[in-house]
């Protein structure tokens, strides 16, 4: 049993550490923006709440998966993996403000942790493929889910830093709001149902739409001059 598990654990660890755990990583983005948005809805109901924690569970297992074999260096990621997740769970069972603060200040710093370990794989030494353009864009949406908390946590301490034109019912209403309007500012839609009113909404709103404007550029500059130095290969 005991070799049954040490196999399995470094079959794990191999997998998150090599580049197709960035596909595994995009298919889980996806479907959590895409089921994060619709259960907006049923926001106070415990099963979307469930499914929902699932999800964000997921991609904490598989952070803390990734540093296992390494975690007296990563410990600190370990420690945020977990209080994000603990603290999701006191939010849900006890409904107090404090408790959903703390559970997106934790979740902003593990999904920064995160989004720090998709950089360095899709930038280590060798030929940029598939699943490194993948990398890319699950960092786009991990940005995106980022100023979402941002901005939830901004209009929970000092309400009215935003303008809704749909009112929120419970904080994971809000959150789920401004998910959406934070991908409409990446994206530069702005549909003006949401629009920021506070001196601080608006820097913040103006820094990710520059982020969305120049990361695809840069990205794209970035993975193009890695393929041409390493078609080039080493020089004589």
């Known amino acids: 049993m005991k070799k049954f598990a040490n196999s399995l654990f470094q079959k794990n660890h191999e997998f998150w550490n090599h580049e197709r755990s960035l596909k595994a990583l995009l298919i889980y983005m996806c479907i959590s923006l895409f089921v994060w948005i619709p259960l ?21 297992l598989a952070g803390v998966f990734s540093v296992l074999t390494r975690w007296k260096k990563q410990i600190l990621f370990i420690t945020i993996a977990l209080l994000a997740s603990l603290f999701r769970i006191i939010s849900f069972l006890s409904q107090l403000e404090w408790a959903h603060l703390m559970s997106s200040v934790f979740a902003i710093l593990f999904m920064a942790h995160l989004a720090n370990m998709v950089l360095q794989h ?82 913040l709103v103006i820094f990710q739409g520059m982020i969305g404007l120049l990361y695809p550029v840069i990205m794209i500059a970035r993975l193009v001059s890695m393929e041409v130095a390493h078609s080039a290969g080493p020089t004589k």
Do not use: C
């Open 40 to 60: 907006a809805d049923y926001a106070d109901q415990w099963w979307s709440f469930l499914i929902s924690d699932i999800l964000f569970n997921l991609i904490i």
């Open 122 to 203: 899709i930038f280590k030494d060798g030929p940029v493929n598939f699943y490194r353009i993948q990398g890319s864009i699950v960092v786009f949406m991990i940005v995106g889910i980022v100023y979402a908390w941002l901005y939830t946590l901004l209009e929970t301490l000092y309400p009215g830093s935003f303008t809704i034109t749909e009112p929120s019912q419970s904080y994971k209403d809000l959150f789920a709001h401004f998910l959406y309007f934070s991908f409409a500012t990446m994206t530069t839609l702005g549909f003006g149902d949401m629009i920021p009113t506070r001196s601080l909404a608006k820097s």
